[in-house]
């Protein structure tokens, strides 16, 4: 089963505003087999810089792209075509644009996998995977405290059971930042889980003392409250906190999550499968935060492929949980249609083969950057 060729599908919205929503523009990866067989991935990146980091022709040894890599390779053999790639892009790579445009072609041959043997990832990643995969709705804050109600209750009345606000304005203002997380707590009750993501915003001494003031509102996490790489920091705050500390979602090499979870002591770990080398590279991240014993739930603000992914992946996981964003944006809402169904805080899974899911030819047409 040969790979014939690897599409880079670039989708972005007329207009992009500079907010922290990253599903107004989007890379998606379409693998081709010889057989018929295709598989989707999603690249959680620089759109533009990782397509050409996909499409870029042969030039001189190791400055050609990954299409040019991996085509003619033996794709049920993703093993080898991971390590081809990171081989292939030794001159430009390995960490950072050149994973995460790896991580599309991966998740794209583990779907063509599942399909190839009629079976869903989850089912390809462990025989007692769950069949239905808790999820949270992940948004944006609003712009002021007052309207944090009303998104909290379209969550409840949709049944979610977890929910986590992030970025602006939270950060500069800690009066404003607790009136934020109070509206919250206040709005969904003492039942649902609130998760608050602070967008890099502080240092470890302030973070902390938002931690103080945040005690009280019972969180599950405070998520990436420090730059990506500051362990030191992570570790300072992760061994003060009474809030658990989560974060990684930025990290690209194995070599900074062995870092992050051995160094920085975080109690939660986000890997992004878009952006990590896909779900091989996520197992080795999976073994890793076992032996350190970090709660590992993926970030998932992309498309639906990016979702399909994390789900089934998160399904083969010790404690399942995966992120489900409700920006509003047709990318990430229209744009792929797969067979999971929301219901009471759960996304219940199908056994459709492969990540079950297929794009929106309308959409892809209405939005491809040419
Ligand atoms: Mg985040």
């Known amino acids: 089963m040969k790979i ?27 693998v081709h087999t010889d057989v018929g067989l295709t598989g989707l991935g999603e690249v959680v990146s620089c759109s533009y810089v990782a397509r050409a980091v996909i499409e870029a022709p042969r030039s001189a040894p190791f400055r050609h792209g990954l299409a040019a890599i991996v085509g003619g390779m033996d794709a049920a053999d993703i093993e080898a075509v991971s390590q081809a790639m990171v081989d292939g892009t030794a001159w430009y790579g390995p960490g950072g644009v050149t994973r995460q445009a790896m991580s599309g072609i991966d998740m794209a041959l583990w779907d063509i996998r599942g399909k190839s043997a009629g079976k869903p990832v989850r089912g390809l990643l462990s025989e007692t995977a ?48 607790e009136a934020l997380v109070a509206a919250a707590r206040d709005a969904l009750g003492p039942e649902v889980d609130l998760m608050v993501d602070a967008g890099r915003a502080w240092d470890a001494q302030t973070a902390l003392a938002r931690v103080e003031r945040f005690q009280k509102y019972d969180l599950s996490w405070l998520e990436e409250p420090l730059h990506p790489y500051d362990t030191a920091g992570y570790r300072a705050l992760s061994e ?44 080795r991240i999976a073994e890793l935060a076992q032996e350190t014993g970090t709660w590992v739930v993926p970030h998932a603000f992309g498309t639906g492929v990016l979702l399909a992914a994390s789900a089934q992946w998160a399904a083969a996981s010790r404690k399942p949980l995966t992120e489900f964003t409700r920006a509003p944006s047709p990318l990430a809402q229209d744009l792929a249609h797969h067979s999971m169904a929301f219901r009471d805080g759960l996304l219940h899974l199908t056994d459709a083969p492969g990540l079950g899911v297929e794009l929106d030819e309308r959409v892809v047409e209405t939005y491809r950057v040419g």
């Open 130 to 177: 769950v069949d239905a995969v808790p999820c949270y709705a992940s948004v944006l804050w609003p712009e002021r405290p007052e309207l944090v109600a009303d998104s909290a209750s379209a969550f409840l009345d949709q049944g979610y059971r977890a929910v986590k606000y992030g970025w602006a304005p939270m950060g500069p203002d800690a009066d404003l930042d």
């Open 240 to 283: 003060a906190s009474a809030i658990p500390i989560a974060g990684g979602e930025a990290l690209t090499l194995i070599e900074e999550y062995e870092d992050l979870l051995r160094n920085g002591r975080m109690q939660v770990v986000q890997p992004d499968l878009g952006r990590v080398g896909g779900i091989t590279r996520g197992q």
């Open 4 to 30: 014939i060729e690897v599409e880079a599908l670039h989708l972005r919205l007329p207009v992009v505003q500079e907010v922290a929503d990253g599903t107004q523009d989007c890379l998606l990866v379409r």
